[in-house]
């Protein structure tokens, strides 16, 4: 075995036992540092986003820098080229949309209006391909043509290309710095995908109250598209947690009834589905979930890695310890705006409080941007490393 | 929760749609001043804002609002040409430049209105220029800037400075999620808020001093 191999064992090892909410040797780093990998490597934002050669060295340029456990993930998640070859309208990228250093932008419309409900219902993919497709995407826009035929295609094919170019990079990182990745594929609480991306929060409103049997209907049918996406897109790996960013269940986007009626119930299935085939989800609770989290807390135990925000650390843990791993919390802000002791004092507290009984990974609250400053995440890690001992 | 005397206020405050348009035609009808009929509407609206501060409401109750009260104000419209509303002064508004989230501030320029505001909404992915000439041609004593990407917060700072050089003494309000003291203190603004019933609280206080 290599010295790199065993790194990598190393590593992944504490990440593993921390998220079975065990002790590892010491607190394992896992930052979801984004797009600031880019601004860090000397990238622009448009050359990551576009360039999966240059997304995958702004990470590797990273790792050289900063010692870290566990890479979150490469700074870009998306390849922007294949979205503009089939003329997606739901993304503006960097370079032409957009100022070349402006970080991408999703455009939240109704894409799937109120009348769509009972067709998309009775067969959610013949849906999806006639009217989701062709009204989103300029290329697909007369299914059946010569054009939207030659679209599916490109689609398809820079999807296998994305991903087998992921995996590469993913072996390289192993390989060449011992780091292993902190997800393994992308999830989706039922209640996002059709709030979110289908009728975006007007609409997602405005039917709870006009409609709430069609929602309730509708989230039925995501639910097995949503556990099927999470598996599809891991590749058949359980050791790594599917990503999860959850949006409309935080605080205070719905009242108590609608929260447990419309967002619990749907995204309890996936999770408690995805782990019984051993898949655990990274519970990205963007936002403060802090009234929900005795709910949250009857998943069965270790399927979650619950990933602080804005939610009452101090409640998180008292309501989660012992149960679920824990990982966030440092404020995006302190790490833009603040100095270095001040990152190292926000960690120590933070250590001493919430992670002397293990189960505990050390990240920001959000996203990372380039707003943050490189001598606070060596502070981060300088201070992890130094209290973050068992 | 407080109780409306006046019918068409209380039916805006419990959000029934259907009764709050069969008021407004009645009232029409019987020859109530459709300005009074906006008032009372804005009494109901001011309601709801109390309700989410107090957190009986939510957001999916704001969005519903502003849907009833948009269909409101669609049907008295016409009824209010020539007639001249009284505002209690005027607010600009927008999403900073290099940032297209606008859920939050859609409500606080709901709530805004409601409470009997002219607010000049710039939209989105906003130019400093842009809101420097709105404040110009408006005389506002109030800006709001909303920006949720953090990485726009330094283009934030900018835009402040350039509205500072007007010399007016405009009030700037900052807002969005992961706005707080430190950003504030950052981009020079003079108040943050981060959520839509403090950003009124702060509207209201700003308008009585001024």
């Given at each position: 075995m290599s010295d790199k191999e065993k790194i990598y064992q190393e590593n992944l090892n504490r990440y593993v036992t921390a998220m079975n909410v065990g002790k590892p040797d010491r607190v394992p780093i896992r930052l979801q540092l984004s797009e600031f990998m880019a601004k860090h490597a000397g990238f622009t934002l448009q050359e990551i986003y576009y360039d999966m050669n240059k997304n995958f060295a702004a990470a590797s340029k990273v790792l050289t820098d900063f010692e870290m456990d566990v890479l979150f993930c490469p700074p870009s998640v998306w390849w922007a080229t294949p979205h503009d070859a089939v003329g997606a309208k739901y993304y503006k990228f960097s370079g032409w949309e957009l100022e070349e250093n402006r970080q991408f932008q999703y455009v939240e419309e109704e894409y799937m209006l109120a009348e769509d409900y009972d067709k998309f219902i009775a067969d959610p993919t013949k849906w999806i391909l006639n009217v989701y497709l062709p009204r989103l995407h300029s290329e697909f826009a007369e299914p059946g043509s010569y054009r939207a035929n030659i679209a599916l295609i490109k689609g398809a094919a820079a999807t296998v290309m994305f991903n087998g170019a992921n995996q590469q990079a993913g072996a390289m990182w192993a390989k060449e710095f011992g780091v292993p990745l902190g997800i393994g594929g992308f999830g989706k609480a039922p209640f996002?995908?059709?709030?979110?991306?289908?009728?975006?929060?007007?609409?997602?409103?405005?039917?709870?109250?006009?409609?709430?049997?069609?929602?309730?209907?509708?989230?039925?049918?995501?639910?097995?598209?949503n556990i099927f996406f999470a598996l599809a897109t891991a590749g058949g790996d359980?050791?790594?947690?599917?990503?999860?960013?959850?949006?409309?269940?935080?605080?205070?986007?719905?009242?108590?009834?609608?929260?447990?009626?419309?967002?619990?119930?749907?995204?309890?299935?996936?999770?408690?589905?995805?782990?019984?085939?051993?898949?655990?989800?990274?519970?990205?609770?963007?936002?403060?979930?802090?009234?929900?989290?005795?709910?949250?807390?009857?998943?069965?135990?270790?399927?979650?890695?619950f990933h602080v925000d804005q939610t009452d650390m101090a409640k998180a843990k008292e309501i989660m310890g012992g149960k679920f791993c824990l990982s966030g919390n440092v404020p995006n802000t302190l790490m833009a705006y603040g100095k270095p002791e001040e990152v190292k004092e926000y960690v120590k507290r933070l250590l001493d409080q919430y992670a002397r009984d293990g189960g505990f990974i050390m990240d920001l609250a959000g996203v990372a941007q380039t707003d943050l400053k490189a001598e606070n995440v060596e502070a981060l890690i300088e201070a992890t490393r130094q209290y973050g001992v068992y | 929760m407080a109780k409306l005397s006046d019918q068409l206020a209380s039916a805006m405050a419990e959000l029934e749609d259907d009764r709050v348009l069969n008021l407004i035609k009645e009232r029409l009808q019987a020859g109530t001043s459709p300005l009074e009929i906006v008032r009372s509407l804005q009494e109901g609206m001011t309601e709801v804002g109390s309700r989410f501060e107090t957190g009986e409401y939510f957001l999916s109750e704001l969005v519903l609002c502003g849907q009833v009260m948009k269909d409101a104000m669609a049907e008295l419209e016409p009824h209010l040409a020539g007639e001249n509303q009284e505002y209690r002064g005027n607010i600009v508004i927008g999403t900073v430049r290099g940032d297209v989230h606008d859920l939050g501030k859609n409500i606080v320029v709901m709530l805004l209105k409601g409470a009997g505001y002219n607010v000049i909404d710039l939209g989105v992915d906003v130019p400093a220029e842009k809101f420097v000439q709105a404040i110009k041609e408006s005389n506002a004593p109030m800006v709001g800037m909303s920006v949720l990407l953090t990485g726009c917060q330094d283009g934030m700072k900018n835009t402040i400075e350039a509205v500072r050089e007007i010399g007016n003494k405009v009030t700037v309000v900052i807002g969005g999620n992961y706005v707080d003291e430190t950003v504030r203190n950052y981009v020079g603004a003079d108040y943050f808020a981060t959520n839509a019933s403090e950003a009124v609280k702060i509207a209201e206080k700003i308008f009585t001093t001024k």
């Open positions: 996002d995908t059709l709030g979110d991306t289908l009728r975006g929060l007007h609409g997602i409103m405005m039917d709870l109250h006009k409609r709430p049997d069609k929602v309730l209907a509708a989230l039925d049918v995501l639910i097995g598209h359980t050791t790594l947690p599917t990503f999860m960013p959850l949006h409309r269940g935080s605080y205070p986007f719905l009242n108590r009834k609608q929260w447990d009626n419309f967002y619990w119930p749907s995204l309890k299935a996936v999770i408690e589905a995805l782990w019984a085939q051993g898949k655990r989800t990274l519970f990205y609770a963007e936002g403060n979930w802090t009234p929900y989290l005795e709910s949250i807390a009857e998943l069965p135990e270790k399927s979650i890695v | -």
